[in-house]
């Protein structure tokens, strides 16, 4: 039902965006435009049973569109659904348009543990587009490598994983974390951190790495480690201990609607910017819509990406991503790295020539993008992006200042030496 | 063949066989291998309902917090699973290999000792059993011996399913916290990832559960059974009767945790993981939304229930993926107003006269065969009692919009 209007939608807004997407996206791959299918037979693209035709390919799409995760991951179905319009608007993959199911995860680990096996098994997608917090990750890994299909998944995330049936888009903790600590090290000469988190695998994970660094590689101290459930509105008691505490750094890891009371409640207390320093690996754009700009300008976040990144790509595609969902939307760090999901797979195929899934999982490697909003990232062995580290700073409006970025590319490793 | 009828009776025989048709022969043949998964998934759950039906249909005591037991049942059977999963070999990327990967994610360095017994296989069956059932008893014990009851108690089960879950989120290095345990993998070394796996892990499921149902309609047409009716009924004069009330309310209680831990732990093998997502309210309210739907008199009526709840569910939201919940409202809301004993009351109001109707108009002998007064005497009671409405613990008007509760990143 959902699929087949979704298409309809997919035609008549592709025939809509069809001028700006070619002027907008000078991509790799442009020759798949006048490839014709007589080049790319179904039968040798296709050796697995996948569903593809002489025409169309199909994709999944799982996210939560309900529930609790909704809000965070609507960037992440927005932006994919943007990036496939674009791709089926110069031609496609090997001359097929791009259809997509949607499936809804309903931020519910189990149901998307069902979802993705329905993908898979019962509609033979080429790949899957979706994911976003680790638990749903978790919960699907084990089917996508036992029935043998292909993820990209968009979110920044703990590492400590690698899977020949997942490319993961976002960073993986050290990408993040090392690069943020050099730089309040060097530039604020933060000696002292307190850690805070929500309590769930990424923050645990993301603390352990940071406590390692400062511990062992920067000889700083940690004054403090606290962690409160998913959901905690009252901070108050962590308020005194970081009082109490005065930490030349506070290093926060609090995630979804607990940041709004967290940031509200310190600006309440008295410790803002210009009193205390505050590096945050958990706020975008999408977060700063709930607590408000003003409630925590000053401080600074360690991303990839920032929706003011002043480059040709990203001005295109922000440019797009309004023009298609309203003025008032918001681009997020995972917003941006779920756009990369279509677009590497696109080129991972025409890579590959083929959409078998093994030939995709190996043809990864090495596939670069130099479209990137970001801008340039490219694709390692072990699955993950190699992709910048950018400090912003939070201004009242909800955007990021961008203030600092790594000079070369950091390389992703899940399993960090010395850190575990 | 009469001492079944003895206990069964005609009409009882002709839906456990439909059912067991129904399940057994109609599903596998039309099912593909993933819509069969999921139907067994399904049917997991209807050991949670058939145990709501002696509880609540029954007893008449409604437990909001029914996901505590069929979340523990299946931890234990994560436990033994995750472990097998975690030996040295498969697990040697880790900083301390042969644990269980989220522990190692933890620092957790070595395995806690009460993780051990669960290396073996009757340990974690004898727990799956009887550890909810302990839980159940030390919670009913406390509760009914002190005439907690109705509204009060529903509410006691709601605080414990969220003891338990902020307990198993809480402590993630030894439970795998929101993630829970994952990638579970074979069972004494048999893969049960496997087509062939699933098939058989489906009937294994599906005999266990008419074991379940055929033991719940042994209790309902017992001595005990009718007291359970009669206590729901009017507790007093059962109590002024002689009675010990609290004892029959705790063995009831017991009994349906004990279901859901089999439920549980069926749940584990068939979808390969566990997760606290199952042990929460939310999930809790829903058990109790299938049990309603099917008719939470009836037996049979509990399995058709879940299996029609999570169809709608299934089906909604593949086909609707931004509508679908409120359309899984509209359905409870519906079945609640319109016919508040569920399918099955609709079956017994309606089609079960007119098949009966039908039936008086051959010459044959009805039935029921003449039996012992005893017996005699309890028909009449669970006849007139089933056509009444119940007085206490009556909440079925509160459906739940599904997945609304406080979910987790």
Known sequence: MSSKDDRKGLESLSRRQFNMGLAALPLIGMSGMSMANTQFPT???????LAITDTEVTVGQLHSA????????TGSIQAERLAIEQINAMGGVLGRQIKVIQEDGASDWPTFAEKSKKLLVNDRVAAVFGCWTSASRKA???????????LYYPTFYEGLEQSKNVIYTGQEATQQIIYGLDWVQKEKNAKSFFLIGSDYIWPRTSNKIARKHIENFQKGKVVGEEYYPLGHTNFNSLINKIKVAKPDCVYAIVVGGSNVAFYKQMKAAGITADKQLLLTISVTEDELLGIGGENCNGFYACMKYFQSLDNANNKKFVEAFKAKYGAKEVIGDVTQAAYLGPWLWKATVEKAGSFDIDKVAAASPGIELKTAPEGYVKIHENHHLWSKARIGQIQSDGQFKLIAES?????????????? | MTKLRHWLGTSDIAGIVILALVILVVMPLTADIFRLNLIGKYL???FVAVGLVMLWGYGGILSLGQGVFFGLGGYCMAMFLKLEASDPESTKIQSTPGIPDFMDWNQITQLPLWWEPFRHLPFAIFALLFVPTLLAFIVGFAMFKRRVGGVYFAIITQAVALVLTVLIIGQQ??????NGMTDLKTMLGWDVRTDSAKYILYYANAILLFGAIFLCRWIQKSKLGTLLLAMRDKEDRVRFSGYDVANFKVFVFCLAAMLCGIGGAMFALQVGFMSPSFVGIVPSIEMVIFAAVGGRNSLVGAVYGT?????GKTYFSESFPQLWLFLMAALFIGVVMAFPNGFAGLFEDFVKPWLLGKREKKPETPAVPPVAPVT???DDVSKTVTTRTVDSGDAVSAPTTGRMGPATA
């Open chain 2, 173 to 178: 290095g030894y439970t795998g916290g929101v």
């Open chain 2, 376 to 378: 005699m005497q309890d």
């Open chain 1, 140 to 150: 699907v890994l084990p089917i996508f490598e036992k029935e043998n299909g292909m």
């Open chain 1, 66 to 73: 309900t529930g609790t995760m909704a809000i965070s991951e």
């Open chain 2, 44 to 46: 997991t759950y209807a």
């Open chain 1, 407 to 420: 000079p070369n590319l950091i390389e992703p490793n899940p399993f960090p030496k010395g850190y575990q």
């Open chain 1, 43 to 49: 039968a040798k693209v296709n050796t697995t049973k």
């Open chain 2, 307 to 311: 299996l029609l709840v999570n169809f």
